[in-house]
């Protein structure tokens, strides 16, 4: 496929775990991420993986709660979401990029984008 696909998103209430999967393209498996964009929000960086040596960076607002993995072939990117808050209600969205040649938070660094996953936080 050309383009990433999402699994995995759903509705939980906080507190509550999830975790979601991303089938990644053949395409720039180099460096990976998760976006998401709440409604009426700008899109945000997540998290992010660097393929080759496993080195990771996150968002402050999700340190400590979510985890970003990717499987023995690179083929599927996952996201790990624990300790989930009403705050983390979002789009989530897989990312993939062949050089990032910038920060690892912008979002123009990246050539292949999914359709997003919903994931939905009650209180």
């Known amino acids: 496929q050309v383009q990433p696909v999402e699994s995995g998103g759903g509705s939980v209430q906080a507190g509550g775990s999830l975790r979601l999967s991303c089938a990644a393209s053949r395409n720039c498996r180099n460096f990976m991420a998760w976006f998401r964009q709440a409604a009426g929000k700008e899109r945000e960086a997540v998290a992010y993986i660097y393929t080759a040596f496993g080195s990771q960076n996150y968002a402050d607002s999700v340190k400590g709660r979510f985890t970003i993995s990717q499987d023995n072939t690179k083929s599927t990117l996952y996201l790990q979401m624990s300790d989930l808050k009403p705050e983390d209600t979002a789009m989530y969205y897989c990312?993939?990029?062949?050089?990032?040649?910038?920060?690892?938070?912008?979002?123009?660094?990246?050539?292949?984008w999914g359709q997003g996953t919903q994931v939905t936080v009650s209180s």
């Open positions: 990312a993939q990029s062949c050089w990032l040649g910038g920060n690892w938070y912008e979002g123009k660094r990246y050539s292949y």
